[in-house]
């Protein structure tokens, strides 16, 4: 029997967004890990506020609690805001991972400080509030935000322009060596990163080279671009 993991999104989706997750973290599973995604029957639709994320705070617990003691190996959290993760580790006899808690101390290997790009337009200062909660508020250089709904994000052509402004100001204005994306949803495209930070030549102030970082190996990326 392979690594089993139960992830949880902390929304209610779609089975078009339901499988869109199941693909992705399926093709980066590795060949012995077995994923099972499973979607939310209540709480919100987005998470825009603060109110949202408290109400899917508390749906992800709701079904997170479901799990049974030999169902699954770990129990992962498909947001970056990492909603209900301290409360299921307290009931459930398996790991609970979340992205953001996972993904702050491993920064310190790549860059001192970082910046985060967040998706809605009231997410900066929950970002704040969160990061420093856990410890590394310090560190946190900015938070930028692409200011896009939910369904805007998925848009791959829409998400890939206000990623392209944002990137830039935030390593050139705020001077952000590392740059957490915040959102599990928005994805930054290697072709974005190549055309905003390694022109011809590249500056001598901003980066030569674009690092992508994946985080929970073979099974979760949450990218990281650093510039070296």
Known sequence: ???RVKIITPLQVDDVDLNRRRRRYGERASGDTEIEVVGLGAGPYALETAADLAASDDAVF?????????ECDAVLIDCIFDPAVDRLRDVLPMPVFGPLRTALPLLS??????????RGKDHGAIFTELVDRYGHGDQLIAVRTLALPYAEAKDPERCGVAMREQLKRIVEDDGAPAVVMGSTTMAIAPEVAAAEFDPDPPPADTTSTIIFVGLFVDLLQVPLVVKT
């Open 1 to 3: 029997m392979g690594f």
């Open 62 to 70: 709701e079904e997170g609690v479901k799990t049974g003691p030999n």
């Open 109 to 118: 290997l790549v860059a001192p400080r970082f910046g985060i790009i967040a």
